[in-house]
């Protein structure tokens, strides 16, 4: 308990704050150097990777012992530039099982994204159907309410009062 409220804070700061600005820092430069660019753009890459595998692992690995150091751990290895985790990470692991997968993964996210365009055009008209219907609900209540005005009798107008 104690470890995480330790470690969540120095997690938020280093694994991502400090990051953060230092990609910042690199894309400000008048002439941003490619190999930091590169160096950032794998950075988060491999963080994006970590947080996706990591809201499946803590449910199986939270209640190791010093997993939020780990975890810590893992985010400065990655940016510190005296170990190169990084460039090493994504060399020797992301880039070959994504090279490996990457039509089967392009195929599967077109089909995720025509699926979900189809549920979204679905939704759209049973939403539009839904609100077309309610309108003229309302429309037929506010026409069927007693006091409402009828269009005046032009006929009767025109010759002026009766006696």
């Not at 400000?28 to 794998?42: A, N, T, V, Y």
């Not at 089967?104 to 549920?119: C, W």
Request: with cysteine; aromatic share 16%.
């Amino acid at each position: 308990m104690m470890g995480s409220l330790l470690t969540r804070p120095l997690l938020m700061v280093f694994g991502y704050v400090y990051p953060a600005y230092e990609c910042f820092k690199t894309l400000e430069k008048d002439e941003p150097d490619i190999d930091q660019l590169l160096f950032w753009c794998q950075y988060w890459i491999l963080l994006a990777a970590f947080t996706v595998f990591e809201r499946v692992g803590d449910l199986f690995m939270s209640w190791l012992p010093l997993y939020g150091e780990a975890k810590f751990a893992l985010c400065v290895y990655l940016w510190y530039p005296g170990t190169r985790g990084t460039t090493n990470v994504y060399s020797c692991f992301l880039k070959p099982c994504i090279a490996k997968h990457e039509k089967e993964i392009d195929r599967n996210l077109l089909r995720m994204k025509n699926r979900l365009m189809m549920l979204g055009m679905l939704l759209w008209q049973k939403a539009a159907c839904y609100g077309q219907t309610k309108f003229f609900e309302i429309l037929q209540f506010a026409s069927s309410q007693p006091g409402s005005r009828s269009p005046p009798d032009t006929a009767h107008n025109s010759r002026g009062k009766e006696n």
